[in-house]
């Protein structure tokens, strides 16, 4: 299955709203990127990256970081559901690596 069909049918299927924002995964060969927006006006609720914090260690360390701090972000803005979105990535590594640490620190999906 190639990247852009897996990525047109997530987006497809991944909308977030003002109950359940989407909690939207990057990452890059260096860095670990995560934000929680309400697409119905198309804000950012909370944002989190390994490179703005300056984290140093393995891509899956990384993740685990940005998934507690996104986390915990998104409690202090009132987000405790959300919408995974993974993007084109499978669910598997670092970004299941993010998910297990967002749902130990709070999140729902």
């Known amino acids: ?5 897996r990525l047109a049918r ?8 003002w109950s359940r924002p989407r909690l939207s995964v990057t ?7 995560a934000q929680i927006i309400d697409d119905r ?6 944002f989190s990256s390994s490179s703005a914090a300056g984290i140093t260690g ?3 360390e990384k993740a685990q970081w940005v ?3 996104i986390a ?9 559901q959300i919408i995974f979105d993974r993007r084109s990535r499978k669910f598997h590594g670092r970004v299941a690596a993010l ?8 999140l729902e999906f």
Do not use: C, F, P, W
């Open 1 to 5: 299955m190639s990247v852009t069909s």
């Open 10 to 17: 997530t987006k497809q299927q991944i909308r977030g709203d």
């Open 27 to 33: 990452i890059s060969n260096a860095h670990v990127y």
């Open 41 to 46: 006006v198309g804000h950012t609720l909370a």
């Open 58 to 60: 393995s891509m899956t």
């Open 67 to 69: 998934g507690s701090d």
């Open 72 to 80: 915990q972000k998104a409690r202090e803005a009132g987000v405790s």
């Open 99 to 106: 998910a297990q640490a967002a749902r130990e620190h709070g």
